[in-house]
């Protein structure tokens, strides 16, 4: 399918992603979710089945697969003031 973005060349493609989202407060990074990317521009789209299960997902909060640690971009540049 052509890219939706306006004048844009890409075609979407299938791809897994990795999907990041804040949900009460904290932020929730969602690995393998099936996606469709421009190849051009990057631009996701997710499926309307995916979006009502990444829902039900952070409805549930399961247990997470893994932590990483979190940097704070803000903190760092406002420190060099």
Sequence with gaps: MKCTISDCPGEYE???IV???????LLIVIDGVPA???SF?????LKPDTVR???ALLN???APAGSVPL????????SRR
Excluded at 71 to 78: K, M, P, V
């Design 14 to 16: 299938e791809k897994l």
């Design 19 to 25: 999907h990041t989202v804040r949900h009460r407060g």
């Design 36 to 38: 469709e990317v421009c």
């Design 41 to 45: 521009c990057g631009d996701v789209l």
């Design 53 to 55: 299960e990444i829902e």
């Design 60 to 62: 549930e909060l399961p």
């Design 71 to 78: 940097y704070e971009f803000a903190e760092r540049t406002s």
